[in-house]
């Protein structure tokens, strides 16, 4: 997939579509073993779903990490393609790249999308 596709799917994503962005490469070589851990398991969190910070951790091994693992997704090098919009904070939203605003906006277009919740169940982030 290029570029171009990349951007084409965002759009689709920002209009309320299910996109599978599983197929998108992403470089990750200049992230330490734990950040890429933390991304491979991220990309798996389903569209319309959110897991804590401290659930993300357990997913990977390492249950006492979850600051950790909140700190690697700061280097998350593509928002949306890898979904850290999706890991909260057990009393709340948490940080995002793009500020909290920006999260709460992308959770609110997936959950306001039920449908495309269910169609993506099947085919996203298997």
């Known amino acids: 997939m290029?570029?171009?596709e990349l951007i084409d799917?965002?759009?689709r994503y920002l209009r309320g579509e299910v996109?599978?962005?599983s197929g998108y490469e992403v470089d990750l070589s200049g992230l330490t073993e734990f950040e890429r851990s933390v991304i491979k398991e991220t990309r798996k969190i389903r569209y319309?779903?959110?897991v804590t910070y401290s659930e993300l951790a357990a997913r990977?091994?390492?249950p006492n990490a979850a600051r950790a693992v909140g700190n690697a997704l700061k280097n998350n090098p593509l928002?949306?393609?890898i979904p850290c919009h999706r890991v909260v904070s057990k009393g709340g939203i948490g940080g995002y790249a793009f500020g909290v605003e920006a999260k709460r906006r992308l959770l609110k277009l997936e959950t306001e999308n039920p449908g495309?919740?269910?169609a993506a169940q099947g085919t996203h982030n298997k």
């Open 2 to 4: 290029n570029e171009c």
């Open 9 to 11: 799917d965002l759009i």
């Open 19 to 21: 996109v599978d962005f």
């Open 48 to 50: 319309g779903s959110v």
């Open 60 to 62: 990977i091994g390492k």
């Open 79 to 81: 928002p949306i393609v």
């Open 116 to 118: 495309n919740a269910t």
